[in-house]
């Protein structure tokens, strides 16, 4: 078995930047899932991630050859308050790769061990959030959504306290960077321009080569990153995605979807969802998120202004300004576009807002399923009725859902070049069936930790990664939670 040809950056970066830590060795690591399709894109299927030692790899008892493992600095605003110092306090990078397709990525993992960043945490993660962070991520990834992914997950045999005492677990994850605005916060807040500078430099030759070339790359930079997150949140958002702690050190400068906590897929749709057990003042709302996109990407222009015209700070805040103004109109039209897909339209019209915004109004006032709405809808037909029932018994009063029905299909005819069939494929690649619904992470995280079963987790995994075709027998996965299932709150489990 070949080593894994690590190839590493980051670490060039200097020691401003990072802290030399190794893992912390665990009692009796057993694999709980190895993730052979992602070693395969990641091109390591030939190298020791996939032998029988690997186990010690990913639990932290061995270094594997060329690793220079180290906890990363970063500040951040938690619920809009500022700790001028965060880091890795339970994650550990172990170094970078390059995929077959040119691509670098970052392997760390998480739940490792204390570092310098710990502060009072013992630096352990609990098994139930890494099994919600490997089938989340992974599902996110199967959805179309950028994300890290899960490379593998494996127990330690070791307990840890929580609110009582759980079994320890640890994941390797993947990310095309885990810098995040938080890291460019830490130096910010200590004036101290030359790492900034030099940070800046390290993400856009690694993550935004495309704009090297532009007259000023931080600028550049800026715009780059607020139009991936504004094109990752309308995603979100189109999911019924709630993240469930976008503070400023859990948002990617790669625009992927990182730091899986206390995050859940909406049931029934309601504007207002919060599942977040410390979200106290629904900051993170499902409708909050487009938002609190934009405050954080602001904080991240307050960190690069001093970059955009040296001599005139005035200037470099107006330029700032019109990147951040900019946010609004391309979330707006991703999330435009991706609502069209959704209901099925090709053509863009006035008044299309409208419906769809009607549709979601309708939704919330008759607790329908956000899924399933969507599901059933990219099957009806424009003529025939027939199967207008399956999506009728997911409102609370069935008929409220008519005048829109009637509406939509006036809008479908007035453009429609589509047969019902044609149209039903398209809609169907906008509108997965299954994702990965909390009931049932809660499901596969109780028999684990309850039971030691792993089963639960492996089926629940196994249909995510097909989220957009039905299975056969898999019906159950599709459904909502009945009411004694229902998941109000998720933790996340620090
Ligand atoms: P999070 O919001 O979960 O991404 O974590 C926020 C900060 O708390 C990060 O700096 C983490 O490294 C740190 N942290 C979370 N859990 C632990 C833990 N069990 N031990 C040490 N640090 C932790
Ligand atoms: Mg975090």
Redesign the pocket.
């Known amino acids: 078995m070949k080593p894994i040809p690590f190839n590493n950056h980051y670490i060039k970066l200097g020691d401003d930047f990072y802290v030399n830590t190794y893992p912390t060795p665990v009692a009796k690591p057993e694999l709980i899932s190895f993730n052979h399709d992602l070693s395969q894109q990641l091109g390591l299927c030939d190298t020791v991630v996939n032998s029988p030692e690997a186990v010690e790899i990913f639990a932290g008892n061995q270094i594997a050859t060329g690793s220079e493992p180290l906890a990363m600095t970063y500040a951040?605003h938690q619920f809009g308050r500022f700790s001028p110092q965060?880091g890795d306090g339970r994650?550990i990078l172990l170094g970078e790769i390059i995929s077959p397709k040119g691509i670098r990525y970052d392997l760390q993992l998480k739940g490792s061990g204390r570092t310098y960043y710990s502060r009072g945490g013992d630096g352990r993660a609990a098994l139930g959030p890494i099994l919600r962070e490997y089938l989340v991520s992974e599902a996110m990834a199967k959805l179309g959504v950028s994300t890290t992914r899960a490379l593998a997950a494996v127990t330690t045999g070791e307990d840890i306290a929580r609110m009582q005492l759980v079994s320890g677990a640890i994941l390797t994850r993947v990310a095309t960077s885990f810098v995040?605005v938080?890291t460019f916060q830490y130096f910010s807040a200590r004036g101290d321009l030359e790492s900034i500078k030099k940070l800046a430099d390290h993400v856009i030759a690694r993550n935004y080569p495309q704009i090297s070339t532009a007259n000023n790359v931080y600028i550049a930079l800026l715009q780059a990153v607020v139009e991936r997150q504004a094109t990752l949140i309308a995603q979100w958002m189109q999911l019924g995605f709630i993240h469930g702690?976008m503070?400023t050190?859990?948002m990617s400068i790669a625009g992927e979807t990182?730091?899986y906590?206390p995050c859940a897929f909406m049931d029934a749709y309601d504007h207002e969802q919060v599942f977040s057990s410390i979200d106290y003042g629904k900051r993170y709302a499902y409708s909050n998120q487009p938002s609190i996109g934009l405050w954080n990407l602001t904080r991240l222009a307050e960190c690069l202004v001093p970059l955009f015209n040296q001599t005139n700070i005035n200037t470099g805040v107006q330029i700032a300004e019109t990147i951040l103004h900019s946010y609004a109109k391309h979330y707006e039209n991703n999330w435009l576009a991706g609502m069209r897909r959704k209901i099925g339209l090709l053509e863009q019209k006035e008044g299309d807002r409208e419906l769809i915004e009607d549709l979601l109004d309708t939704m919330a006032m008759n607790q329908a399923d956000f899924t399933l709405t969507f599901y059933y809808l990219s099957q009806l037909n424009l003529d025939d009725m027939s199967r207008d029932k399956t999506l009728h018994v997911l409102f609370s009063n069935p008929k409220a859902l008519n005048p829109w029905l009637e509406k939509w299909r006036k809008r479908l005819h007035d453009e429609t070049t589509l047969s019902d069939k044609e149209r039903q494929k398209k809609m169907q690649t906008a509108n997965p069936l299954y994702i990965p619904r909390n009931h049932q992470i809660e499901a596969a995280i109780r028999a684990a930790e309850d039971e030691g079963d792993f089963s639960v987790f492996h089926q629940l995994h196994q249909v995510l990664q097909n989220p957009y075709q039905p299975q056969k027998g898999k019906e159950a996965y599709a459904l909502p939670p009945k009411p004694h299932e229902v998941v109000k709150k998720t933790f996340c489990g620090t």
């Open positions: 951040g965060l994650a995040r938080g702690v503070n050190d859990n990182i730091d906590g």
